[in-house]
């Protein structure tokens, strides 16, 4: 048990460090060296979580689609609301700026899409209100990609609108009042 919670530390530690540098100064740059002065773990103990500094993306992306995931839906439970979305990325600006804005990740951007695109595509088979002649997959592909180039927009511009300005926008230019 207390191996666990070691583990999980020095994994937040060194998340908490990949977050900051991203904010700081985008990924390309980074180094296995500066992310374990700023976590403050050794090479060794970092090579034994992940193999790189893309393994430690890689994990951190499976928290942050987590949370995107879990904020997929507001209060209401809906299938697929981009509120909770909005709201989200609103509170982590900073960090999603780097992730998704100008110049962001593109395996971010593909996790994204992958994410949003599973879970508009449940919502669509669980509602009766679907458009008609619009394959399934295609129409959860479009909420997807759209629900994402209007987030990059948004953090682009510095967040011009509230969420739940930008949640009302999405659902008008999407037609999914009814999703």
């Not at 981009?82 to 960090?95: K, M, N, P, Q």
């Amino acid at each position: 048990m207390t191996e666990d919670r070691r583990v999980r530390r020095t994994q937040e530690s060194l998340h908490g460090a990949l977050m900051a540098l991203i904010v700081e100064g985008g990924y390309g740059d980074i180094t296995v060296q500066q992310l374990i002065d700023r976590a403050d773990v050794g090479r060794s103990t970092f090579y034994s979580h992940y193999g790189s500094k893309d393994d430690l993306l890689v994990a951190l992306l499976t928290h942050l689609v987590t949370d995107i995931e879990n904020n997929l839906s507001d209060q209401s439970n809906s299938g697929f609301s981009s509120l909770g979305v909005f709201r989200h990325i609103a509170e982590h600006h900073d960090l999603f700026k780097s992730l998704i804005g100008n110049g962001g990740i593109d395996i971010v951007e593909t996790a994204a899409v992958e994410t949003l695109t599973e879970r508009a595509r449940h919502a669509l088979v669980a509602t009766t209100n679907r458009v008609p002649d619009v394959p399934t997959d295609l129409h959860a592909a479009f909420l997807a990609r759209s629900l994402l180039a209007l987030v990059a927009w948004w953090l682009d511009r510095e967040m011009p609108y509230t969420p739940e300005d930008m949640a009302h926008y999405y659902d008008t230019l999407t037609l999914q009042d009814n999703l």
